[in-house]
């Protein structure tokens, strides 16, 4: 009887010594940031790309590409790739931004251009429809992909559009593609 209290209590004071270590590993762990959901993910280096358009408003794809560019600016992140870099590139090795999937592939830019990820995609509405007292609307798709395995690491569409009921002043093209691009910009960083 004797032996097995002596070995219930050798059991017990060696758990309570287990768990004393782990829980002072796992401080030591969270000290350095290796618990911590909160720590920092990897940067990665983004080209965005100028969005193909598919509208009848000649600047929208340039308007789009230019909004997914200066939401993703500062973030912690993401090293974006200067804009005007991009698109001299293309400018200067005759690429179709119209006709880009068919004139490139996606690693081969990406290579060219020292990126990790490009941001591309599509506007296929944007504007007030064919007059100007229709309801403002913008539809764009938009994806990431991996340059060096040339997936898909993230793709969504959004479409607004602003009824004549709800309309103001302060819902106009603009504004709804900036909120489009900003709801798509916080998805794609959640992702990553």
């Known amino acids: 009887m004797y032996f097995k209290k002596v070995k219930n209590a050798v059991i017990l004071g060696a758990m309570i010594a287990l768990l004393s270590a782990c829980a002072a590993l796992e401080s ?19 080209a965005v790309l100028p969005f193909e358009n598919l ?10 590409s230019k909004l997914f560019y200066t939401e993703l600016f500062g973030e912690e992140t ?14 200067n090795n ?6 880009l999937s068919d004139s490139i592939s996606a690693q081969e830019l990406g290579s060219k251009i ?6 591309l ?41 602003v009824s004549n009921f ?11 593609a900036q909120e489009i691009v900003e709801d798509l910009v916080e998805d794609l960083l959640d992702e990553q």
Do not use: C
């Open 28 to 46: 030591s762990m969270e000290s350095l940031g290796l618990l911590d959901e909160s720590a920092p993910k990897p940067v990665m280096t983004v």
């Open 55 to 64: 509208t009848p408003q000649r600047t929208a794809g340039l308007v789009i």
């Open 78 to 91: 993401v090293n974006l790739v200067e804009e005007n870099s991009v698109r001299s590139w293309l400018k």
């Open 94 to 99: 005759d690429i179709n931004v119209d006709r």
């Open 114 to 119: 020292k990126a990790d990820r490009l941001v």
């Open 121 to 161: 995609g599509s506007v296929s509405r944007y504007g007030n429809g064919d007059d100007l007292f229709s309801d403002p609307a913008v539809a764009i798709s938009v994806q990431l992909v991996d340059v060096h395995s040339g997936k898909v690491l993230w793709a969504q569409s959004r479409t607004d559009v």
């Open 166 to 176: 709800f309309w103001s002043s302060e819902r106009n093209v603009e504004g709804l």
